[in-house]
């Protein structure tokens, strides 16, 4: 049972709707069936107490975080 995120392209109304096997797929506001699907984004959760700032930040080259970039580290 999919989430989706549509937006009505009769009054511009956006929502998420749990889509089943038996949805009747319409704006909750207009009863529009013009609805464009939404590219929906994800939530990653974090253990508590955890912040952003503990993270060590990533290089150019993705691995060591070396500011010159890949193969500057010697690694």
Same mark, same amino acid.
């Given at each position: 049972?999919?989430? +989706?995120? +549509?937006? %009505?392209?009769?009054c511009h109304?956006? =929502?998420e709707?749990?889509?089943?096997? @038996?949805?009747?797929?319409? #704006?909750?506001? %207009?009863h529009s069936?013009e609805?464009?699907?939404?590219?929906?984004v =994800?939530?990653?959760?974090? *253990?508590a107490?955890?912040s952003?700032?503990?993270? *060590?930040a990533? !290089?150019p080259c993705? @691995? %060591?975080?070396h *500011?010159? !970039?890949p193969?500057? #580290?010697? @690694?």
């Amino acid at each position: 049972m999919p989430l +989706y995120e +549509y937006e %009505c392209q009769t009054c511009h109304h956006q =929502f998420e709707l749990l889509v089943r096997e @038996s949805t009747t797929i319409e #704006c909750p506001s %207009c009863h529009s069936a013009e609805l464009e699907k939404q590219l929906s984004v =994800f939530a990653v959760s974090a *253990p508590a107490g955890a912040s952003r700032a503990a993270m *060590p930040a990533m !290089g150019p080259c993705g @691995s %060591c975080g070396h *500011p010159d !970039g890949p193969g500057a #580290c010697g @690694s």
